[in-house]
């Protein structure tokens, strides 16, 4: 390989002859190794693996299967067991708001009870205050007409 040619072509500096076969073994030598590693690489003795036995590869199946079917078991065993709890705290929350509902109507119907018998009380009372019956107030004006004369 000469490199000079070309470098001068391109218009290159020419480096020393003296480089240029340096460089010029250095190339051959690391050509030539590449040559001697692949040669040895390619000629050294492989192992061969053995074949797994299919009754070895039915279990280890198997195995994989199951541990699979233990992990999905237990995530969806966690996951039921959260909706549940969930489904009674919700539960739990409407009991509360009907109690609290439930709670509030008879207040208000202690209050309209109360309302009622103030009422009638004072029905009660403005009767019973009053000096002549009702029945009787016709007869009692007879009498305020009789005394004023």
Known sequence: MIFKDKAGAVGNVAEEPDELDKLDEALTNFRLSIHAWSEAAFSRQRTAVAPVAPKKVWRLALGWALGCVLVAG???????????????????????????????????????????????????????????PTAMEPLAQLMAEDENP
């Open 74 to 132: 237990g995530a969806s065993a966690g996951l039921w067991q959260h909706q549940q709890r969930e489904m009674r705290n919700a539960a739990a929350r409407v009991a509360e708001q009907q109690h609290l509902q439930e709670q509030l109507v008879a207040q208000q119907r202690s209050q309209q009870a109360r309302q009622e018998d103030d009422d009638l009380l004072a029905k009660v009372d403005s009767d019973v205050s009053r000096e002549i």
